[in-house]
């Protein structure tokens, strides 16, 4: 009873004893002195501090029973201390010399002896202020740097966006460039194409913006928080400080890292062989030529054939002795194509073995031939593969099952070497199985490995070349690197 007189008998703005007490039309009372600087600094009509009522300058009321009973209880001597800033205890009367940390809380020599805080972590009242006031001027310092970081990671989302848009915007014009010689024939295609890209446009521009929203958000409340605590701090009050110093501290520390959305505007699929994939559709309208590859004997396993002019890899147990060079694979059932790529855009298809076991992508020039290995891009290797029993899978960081009901018997693969792009394509419908994305540094091989299993025993691997064209790879001169968006 006697905490809630203390808290009653105190101004709400200066948190003093009342002194002069006047009384709003809402109930509310408040020092003479504090509310009239209230009404002089209010710019519009003055409201209650405590229920924001409004009301006039000359509706201030004397409360001359307040002013009597805070007389009266002070001729007793059982209200709080008429010295504004010099509490006692509620309990004792002495006056409040030390605070407990482990309550957290002001206490008296005698709170100290007895049972409540007897043991506890007690330090006298002006220690603890510097102390507590210490940690909430960190607590500022730390929370201002968050909303420097918060408003950096702001501006990077807007960043982000207008590349989006960059991106999007150059995407569509390339898009609509390349169609434009099939106009007539591919309208209803292009429009299919531009409303997957302006879909996945707005799902990553929504959650952009969903991150950018979060981030004002927290600034919001930080601020909020440095502001609560500075007014604290400012008010240089030591005993309300502490009063509030645990509420001020856990709203200080409850501010998390924000968990914002990684949108990914996966373009991968959209940068590959758009024409030759349409032609693959309207044959008389666009022809676009593979690269007219060779599989290269000298760098073959001796139990790997190669013929017909060197499009076709065949699996034979029984080969001729063939010299071990430097060049050749020992350990891997594989064999790189004749030419090496180190610069530009090209494309190339391999029919596959119904059933065989397989590996196709690209190795660096630099691989080890001598050892098995892993055909990972770790070791060198970029490539897809297939197992018997219908599995697919590509390894990236790790082997990675694709497409589980990929059924494929022409394989495309399109390298962008500046680009850093690999994509593998069903070279049937050009509809996309898999991209690498790497910085290519080493000159690269068209790399094929073909090995048997209990469903095929011979199985073989052919190049796939068209009956006209010159069969160049697509780079150099004003060619344009095509695209697939299937």
């Not at 740097?145 to 848009?165: C, F, N, P, W, Y």
């Not at 190339?348 to 020039?365: F, K, P």
Request: glycine residues 6%.
């Amino acid at each position: 009873m006697a905490t809630n007189l203390d808290i009653d008998l105190r101004c709400p703005i200066c948190l003093e004893v009342y002194q002069d007490p006047v009384l709003l039309r809402c109930g509310h009372n408040f020092c003479r002195g504090c509310m009239q600087r209230h009404v002089d600094s209010a710019e519009e009509t003055p409201m209650c501090p405590c229920c924001r009522d409004g009301f006039e300058e000359d509706s201030l009321y004397p409360n001359w029973q307040l002013s009597n009973i805070i007389a009266g209880l002070r001729d007793l001597g059982t209200g709080p201390s008429m010295e504004p800033g010099n509490l006692h205890c509620a309990k004792h009367k002495k006056e409040l010399e030390l605070f407990c940390k482990d309550d957290k809380q002001p206490i008296c020599y005698i709170c100290a002896l007895a049972h409540n805080h007897r043991n506890h972590n007690c330090v006298p009242i002006d220690d603890a202020y510097m102390e507590c006031k210490g940690v909430l001027n960190h607590s500022i310092t730390m929370l201002q740097k968050e909303v420097t970081d918060r408003m950096a990671m702001h501006v990077s989302q807007g960043e982000k966006i207008s590349r989006l848009l960059d991106n999007v915007e150059s995407l569509r014009e390339d898009i609509a460039g390349q169609f434009e010689a099939m106009r007539n024939f591919l309208n209803e295609k292009q429009r299919t194409i531009i409303q997957r890209i302006d879909d996945e446009e707005s799902r990553v521009l929504r959650q952009l913006e969903e991150n950018m929203l979060q981030i004002s958000r927290d600034c919001d409340t930080m601020e909020e928080v440095i502001h609560d605590i500075g007014e604290i701090v400012d008010l240089g009050d030591k005993y309300q400080l502490l009063r509030e110093y645990s509420s001020l501290k856990q709203r200080s520390e409850s501010i998390y890292d924000p968990v914002l959305n990684k949108p990914i505007f996966n373009m991968d699929e959209l940068h590959g062989p758009l024409q030759y994939g349409a032609w693959k559709q309207m044959k008389n309208i666009i022809r676009l030529v593979p690269a007219a590859l060779r599989f290269d004997p000298r760098t073959a396993n001796p139990k790997l054939r190669v013929s017909n002019l060197g499009q076709r890899l065949q699996y034979c147990e029984v080969q001729p002795q063939r010299p071990d060079t430097p060049e050749r694979f020992t350990n891997h059932l594989s064999v790189f194509a004749s030419t090496a790529l180190s610069s530009g855009r090209y494309y190339w298809e391999v029919n596959v073995s119904e059933g065989a076991d397989w590996i196709l992508g690209v190795a660096a020039g630099s691989v080890n031939k001598k050892v098995c290995a892993v055909t990972s891009p770790d070791n060198g290797y970029w490539t897809i593969g297939h197992r018997s029993g219908g599995q697919y899978w590509a390894y990236d960081n790790e082997r990675v099952v694709i497409n589980p009901d990929l059924n494929v018997e022409m394989i495309g693969v399109y390298l962008d070497y500046e680009k850093g792009q690999l994509s593998f394509y069903d070279a049937e419908d050009m509809s996309h199985i898999h991209t690498f994305n790497h910085h290519f540094t080493d000159k690269l091989y068209p790399y094929f490995s073909v090995s048997p299993n209990v469903e095929c025993a011979n199985p073989s691997l052919e190049l796939s070349h068209c009956d006209h064209g010159s069969g160049l790879p697509l780079s150099g001169g004003s060619d344009r690197a095509p695209e697939v968006p299937w």
